[in-house]
């Protein structure tokens, strides 16, 4: 049981995986609908004083329409104003999304992946990634992303080099189509070569070298020597002052991203398609492109100015404490979701259910 600082209070929570809880919660959805599957990328939960809240992770656009009704709060990654119909009060943007862990394993942690052993296709690996961790140790050996090493306050000295590392997606991957990801990889392959050819030494980029990326953009994969792996990329990524952003998948605004900012990096981003919680904006917490050579006029104009590198810097290392931390970004949700219930309370005192008034484990 986790406890979260709220007001005076507590807010307490529990965990539970599979879906036959959340079906007694929705009944009104039948039992092989898309928001009960593993893959559903949606995280419910249910909280002493409000009703279910929604949190979905989603690179795209698109949400759960059939649960906006039943809940309280719909917290969505890729989020935009004004596009959810009668129920655009309930929306609300979740925030910047990388994969962290704690650098402990807990034993509630450790029995939960226990117990997703039969749910998921990929629950021997977290199993393995949470015995790991009871040894932080052992875990920061085997470059297993924690909190830990996933941040870090700005180095003022620290040499003004660029760096974008990235990937390419295959047609055929997860369902993709070449209309999916043709301008995505081209866009990241234009950067690549444009940034190379102009800064030389002072650029370290590339594609890891998949397949896909060996077949179809031979000259931008990184050299068979460079790893690309995700905790070699993140030790990395503390030696270089400057870096890259590009469109995700369905226009989603990418991991790196956030990572850049959890780093307190200074930032070169292609202009964001979706909103984020707080004050973050071009100009001040990145400077954003739409072309090529506006990618390279932003990176000229950060390398040499070194006033404007380092408040960016110390700007993103704010946002990240205040905004960006999975406390903040989950806290931030929870305390929406009971503000949202305790004001339709005063409007209709009566609306109060029973589930409003008794606590009910997190889903």
């Given at each position: 049981?986790?406890?979260?600082?709220?007001?005076?209070?507590?807010?307490?929570l529990?965990?539970?995986?599979?879906?036959?809880?959340?079906?007694?919660r929705?009944?009104?959805?039948?039992?092989d609908?898309?928001?009960?599957?593993?893959?559903?990328?949606?995280?419910?939960?249910?909280?002493?004083g409000?009703?279910?809240?929604?949190?979905?992770?989603r690179d795209?656009?698109?949400?759960?329409?059939?649960?906006?009704?039943?809940?309280v709060?719909?917290?969505?990654?890729?989020?935009?104003?004004?596009?959810?119909?009668?129920?655009?009060?309930?929306?609300?943007?979740?925030?910047?999304?990388?994969?962290?862990?704690l650098?402990?394993?807990?034993?509630?942690?450790?029995?939960?992946?226990?117990?997703?052993?039969?749910?998921?296709?990929?629950?021997?690996?977290?199993?393995v990634?949470?015995?790991?961790?009871?040894?932080?140790?052992?875990?920061?050996?085997?470059?297993?992303?924690?909190?830990s090493?996933?941040?870090?306050?700005?180095?003022r000295n620290?040499?003004?080099r660029?760096?974008?590392?990235a990937?390419?997606?295959?047609?055929?991957?997860?369902?993709?189509?070449?209309?999916?990801?043709?301008?995505l990889?081209?866009?990241?392959?234009?950067?690549?070569?444009t940034?190379?050819e102009?800064?030389?030494?002072?650029?370290?980029?590339?594609?890891?070298?998949?397949?896909h990326?060996?077949?179809?953009?031979?000259?931008?994969?990184?050299?068979?020597?460079?790893?690309?792996?995700?905790?070699?990329?993140?030790r990395?990524?503390?030696s270089?002052?400057?870096?890259?952003?590009?469109?995700?998948?369905w226009?989603?605004i990418?991991?790196?991203?956030?990572?850049?900012?959890?780093?307190s990096?200074?930032?070169?981003?292609?202009?964001?398609?979706?909103?984020?919680?707080?004050?973050?904006?071009?100009?001040?917490?990145?400077?954003?492109f739409?072309?090529?050579?506006?990618?390279?006029?932003?990176?000229?104009?950060l390398l040499?100015?070194?006033?404007?590198?380092?408040?960016?810097?110390?700007?993103?290392?704010?946002y990240y404490?205040?905004?960006?931390?999975?406390?903040?970004?989950?806290?931030r949700?929870?305390y929406?979701?009971l503000?949202?219930?305790?004001?339709?309370?005063?409007?209709n005192?009566r609306?109060?259910?029973?589930?409003?008034?008794?606590?009910?484990?997190?889903?």
């Amino acid at each position: 049981m986790g406890k979260l600082g709220h007001e005076a209070g507590r807010i307490l929570l529990k965990q539970r995986f599979g879906p036959n809880h959340l079906r007694r919660r929705l009944p009104h959805l039948v039992p092989d609908d898309p928001v009960f599957s593993t893959s559903a990328n949606v995280l419910f939960v249910d909280v002493e004083g409000a009703r279910l809240v929604c949190m979905d992770v989603r690179d795209g656009a698109n949400y759960y329409g059939q649960v906006a009704d039943k809940v309280v709060l719909y917290a969505k990654r890729s989020y935009r104003t004004g596009e959810y119909g009668a129920n655009c009060e309930k929306f609300v943007p979740l925030g910047l999304n990388y994969s962290a862990l704690l650098d402990r394993t807990t034993l509630s942690e450790l029995a939960n992946s226990l117990a997703q052993l039969r749910l998921s296709s990929q629950a021997f690996k977290r199993l393995v990634i949470s015995l790991a961790r009871l040894f932080p140790l052992l875990g920061g050996l085997l470059g297993v992303p924690t909190l830990s090493s996933l941040s870090c306050a700005p180095e003022r000295n620290l040499s003004p080099r660029v760096l974008f590392l990235a990937r390419t997606w295959a047609p055929g991957e997860d369902h993709l189509t070449e209309k999916d990801v043709n301008d995505l990889n081209d866009m990241r392959a234009a950067c690549i070569r444009t940034l190379r050819e102009h800064f030389g030494p002072r650029f370290f980029g590339g594609f890891a070298r998949t397949p896909h990326a060996c077949r179809a953009y031979p000259d931008c994969v990184v050299p068979p020597e460079v790893s690309t792996r995700r905790a070699d990329y993140l030790r990395r990524l503390r030696s270089y002052a400057i870096c890259i952003a590009t469109t995700g998948l369905w226009e989603s605004i990418g991991w790196k991203f956030g990572e850049y900012v959890a780093f307190s990096r200074a930032i070169v981003s292609e202009r964001l398609r979706f909103e984020l919680p707080g004050p973050i904006a071009p100009g001040e917490n990145y400077l954003e492109f739409t072309s090529v050579a506006e990618c390279l006029a932003a990176v000229e104009r950060l390398l040499a100015d070194d006033v404007l590198r380092g408040r960016m810097m110390e700007g993103n290392w704010r946002y990240y404490l205040e905004y960006g931390t999975p406390e903040a970004i989950v806290g931030r949700a929870l305390y929406a979701a009971l503000h949202q219930t305790r004001t339709q309370l005063k409007l209709n005192p009566r609306s109060a259910s029973g589930d409003n008034k008794r606590p009910v484990p997190a889903t």
